[in-house]
């Protein structure tokens, strides 16, 4: 099994910044991807920032240019940079990994239990 484990969220004013990490632990053969969602009040999930293996990064239209996702593939751990926030990126931050957890050819994915991000007015 693969475990998720996220940290960093609290409480800020707009404007703040705050760094949220996710380490993964468990029965990892290779990360393929690692990703943070977030679901606001009233909102659907969606997707924040990926990186690939191969270091390819998405951002969602939202927050690029004032987010930045990294990752430390030693410690098994993917950050996420949030600067200039601002209170619409309130809500639930979830990290994922997308996880071969053996030699054999299949890919699973794997959610952290969530850290709450709030950003006052």
């Known amino acids: 099994q693969v475990q998720l484990v996220e940290s960093g969220g609290g409480l800020v004013q707009a404007g703040g910044s705050l760094r949220l990490s996710c380490t993964a632990s468990g029965d990892i053969f290779r990360t393929n991807v690692m990703g943070w969602y977030r679901q606001g009040p009233g909102k659907q999930r969606e997707l924040v920032a990926q990186i690939t293996s191969g270091n390819i990064l998405y951002y969602a239209a939202s927050v690029k240019g004032r987010f930045t996702i990294s990752r430390d593939d030693a410690k098994n751990t993917v950050y996420l940079q949030m600067d200039s926030l601002k209170p619409e990126d309130t809500g639930v931050y979830y990290c994922?990994?997308?996880?071969?957890?053996?030699?054999?050819?299949?890919?699973?994915?794997?959610w952290g239990p969530g850290t709450q991000v709030t950003v006052s007015s």
């Open positions: 994922y990994a997308d996880v071969r957890t053996s030699p054999l050819p299949y890919d699973y994915q794997f």
